[in-house]
């Protein structure tokens, strides 16, 4: 097992290009020893092109890979101790499944007698074990990533186990169940995983910590409630979060901020912080799941007109227009359905303040 | 279930039906036609059963012909299958060389069979011919003209030149077909170079081999022109294929009937051998 650093990591596949694209913007970031983290990013976000630096598939254009502080930019996918699962399975359709995982161990030199005992307690893991005689080809899809998947399990010298969306091809019933086994698995061996993925609930069940990626850059590092409650960047706001976080451009104002004619009260820190900045890319940040919808009119909360309520089952999406800006918020179970036009308020305490679409944190903790 | 029942569908197969029928099935009944008589001019025509057929299957030079053909094709196969693979798996994946061997790939292919057979003609010949000439100057006594073994060569080395470019095309355009992930989860796995190609470019190859191996067989099986533009089958009958013998028998001595009861038996062993390949190498999937 080993702690993953990615130092001042940056990649392009095209080095010639002037200037070069970078599928991977420089970035520093390290994966601690044994945690089950996800990627989280939209597709085309450099997901997979990480995953393949920290493999080793790929050489990155500058920075450093460090695995528990040693470089190995140079050593190849074969001697990195490094399992890796593809998007879609790939199994050695002539070999048989028990062969299938027995490979790696094979090609290692290991044992008839550790191969027999550690194929078979993962196929058991699996759920493989009736089809361990089966040839691979004849495989259903499901089974065919279960086998995949199984060879990386199946060796004991892996640092770290990274999955590139393996559960793209899977029914969506057996998703649930297959995400909960690589958990367990996790839990019993506490091997590093990372585990990509484009679709944030299966992040959030499956990793201790998100690094939600955007734009060739890991833009926060956190657990899924932080990245709910502080996201440190608009992106993050926008993407985590169904429906996304609301955002208001706002403008200086001698209160703190302003919208419309509506003033805004800054914390100390965030004074401070906006003092310091010239620029004029202010936005307020508040999710639909904190805007507060009231039935009646009160003096903090603003009328603002309805434009549609969605029914998602268990709870409602209603989508307001305030001053011209479209405003979701979600209403609680029992709240009465408004209709054109309902008062609305921002509690304090959830309103974030982006800079040049960055976090303002509310209190300074760094002084 | 009572489904309405029409049979006017029937009219729909009627087109390829017809198509297959002048195609395939009349030429080929003509032929059985020929092979159970014996023909003396269009009035004079008595039925002899199988007696052609038994004739045929006795006669000693077509025995040697056939066996000679059944080795000629067997080490087309073993050279040009492997030698093909082989030249595809060290071709240049992309680019610019990619692109210029595919091109020196295709150009044998493109020339006709019986140029083919001139080309060899001239290039072996101890004189003026610059193949022939340097193996006699090396101090090798190469005459395909008067070794039978050295004629025998000579159309096998100009088959292979001929068509293991398109083995290695085939191959090539397999190997293309192989997502990139295989390679890396190889990688990944520890695999060796050999096990790459065992356990990944083989299998994926399987089905375009498959017709390469049919294509060749069945194309080698047929050879005509040539051993004829060569040799013209010999020295002696060293390279007289059945092909050769066929036509002899046909248009040479005019003996229709018999050659008639050799056109189906060379016809069915080509199915016969052709099914082989395709179970032998199609059943081992299902398991
Ligand atoms: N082999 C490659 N050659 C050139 N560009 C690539 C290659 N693979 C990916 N890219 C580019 O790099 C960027 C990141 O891709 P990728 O890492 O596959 O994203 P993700 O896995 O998040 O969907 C994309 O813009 C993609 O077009
Ligand atoms: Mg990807």
Redesign the pocket.
């Known amino acids: 097992m080993a702690e993953i650093h990615l130092k001042s990591l940056a990649h392009s596949?095209?080095t010639s290009a002037n200037p070069p694209e970078y599928?991977i913007r420089q970035m520093d970031h390290i994966w601690h020893d044994g945690g089950a983290f996800a990627l989280l990013?939209?597709?085309?976000?450099?997901?997979?092109?990480?995953?393949?630096i920290i493999s080793g598939l790929l050489k990155p254009s500058e920075g450093d890979v460090l695995f528990d502080g040693v470089r190995v930019n140079e050593i190849p996918p074969q001697d990195r101790n490094i399992a890796q699962v593809f998007q879609f399975p790939v199994v050695y359709d002539t070999m048989s499944v028990f062969d299938n995982l027995a490979f790696p161990l094979r090609n290692m030199g290991t044992g008839a007698a550790k191969i027999n005992s550690k194929v078979t307690e993962i196929a058991e893991i699996l759920e493989l074990t009736d089809v361990l005689s089966k040839k691979a080809a004849n495989l259903t899809a499901d089974e065919k990533q279960k086998v995949s998947m199984g060879r990386g399990l199946v060796r004991d010298d892996v640092s770290a186990i990274l999955f590139?969306?393996p559960l793209t091809v899977i029914d969506p019933q057996l998703k649930w169940k297959l995400r909960r086994k690589l958990k367990q698995i996790h839990e019993k061996f506490k091997t590093t995983m990372v585990y990509?993925t484009?679709d944030q609930l299966e992040a959030s069940t499956f990793a201790d910590k998100i690094a939600l990626?955007y734009g060739?850059q890991v833009v926060q590092f956190g657990t899924p409630r932080e990245l709910f409650e502080q996201p440190n960047h608009t992106f993050v706001g926008y993407f985590i979060g169904s429906p996304g976080m609301n955002f208001l451009e706002v403008k200086r104002c001698k209160e703190g901020v302003c919208f419309d004619n509506i003033a805004f009260p800054l914390s100390d820190a965030e004074k401070k912080a906006l003092q310091h900045s010239t620029s004029n890319n202010l936005k307020l940040g508040i999710r639909p799941e904190f805007v507060h919808v009231w039935d009646k009119p009160n003096s903090q909360a603003h009328e603002a007109s309805v434009e549609f309520v969605e029914d998602l089952g268990t709870y409602k999406i209603v989508t307001l227009t305030l001053a011209g800006v479209s405003i979701k918020a979600r209403l609680q179970e029992d709240q009465k359905v408004p209709h054109k036009s309902t008062f609305i308020s921002f509690p304090e305490q959830w309103l974030m303040l982006y800079i040049d679409e960055f976090l303002v944190e509310k209190e300074n903790n760094h002084e | 279930m009572n489904k309405p029942h029409s049979n006017k569908a029937w009219f729909l197969v009627l087109p390829v039906f017809i198509l297959v029928a002048f195609s395939a099935i009349v030429p080929l009944m003509t032929v059985v036609n020929y092979s159970l008589q014996d023909i003396f001019d269009v009035s004079t025509r008595y039925f002899v059963g199988t007696e052609w057929y038994r004739e045929i299957l006795n006669n000693s030079r077509l025995q040697d012909s056939l066996v000679r053909q059944f080795i000629f094709s067997g080490s087309v196969l073993l050279i040009e299958i492997p030698l093909g693979i082989g030249v595809a798996l060290m071709m240049p994946k992309s680019g610019k060389w990619s692109v210029i061997s595919l091109l020196i790939l295709a150009l044998p292919l493109l020339v006709p069979l019986n140029v083919v057979g001139t080309i060899w003609q001239i290039f072996g010949r101890a004189d003026i011919g610059l193949f022939g000439w340097a193996l006699n100057s090396l101090g090798i006594d190469y005459n395909y003209a008067a070794n039978p073994i050295d004629a025998w060569l000579t159309v096998l080395l100009m088959d292979v030149w001929h068509w293991t470019s398109l083995v290695a095309l085939l191959s090539f355009s397999g190997l293309r077909a192989i997502p990139d992930a295989y390679y890396q989860a190889a990688s990944i796995d520890r695999a060796s170079a050999w096990a790459v190609f065992r356990y990944i470019q083989l299998p994926k190859l399987k089905s375009v081999l498959l017709i390469g191996v049919l294509l060749r067989f069945m194309d080698s099986f047929m050879i005509y022109t040539e051993p004829f533009v060569l040799t013209g089958g010999g020295p002696g009958n060293s390279t007289t294929f059945l092909s050769q013998a066929l036509t002899k028998m046909a248009v040479g001595q005019f003996d229709i009937g018999p050659a008639g009861a050799f056109s189906i038996i060379y016809f069915l062993i080509i199915l016969l051998v052709s099914w082989l390949f395709y179970t032998a190498m199609t059943h081992s999937d299902n398991k």
């Open positions: 596949y095209d599928a990013g939209p597709s085309g976000c450099g997901k997979s092109t990480l995953l393949n590139d969306e990509v484009h990626m060739g």
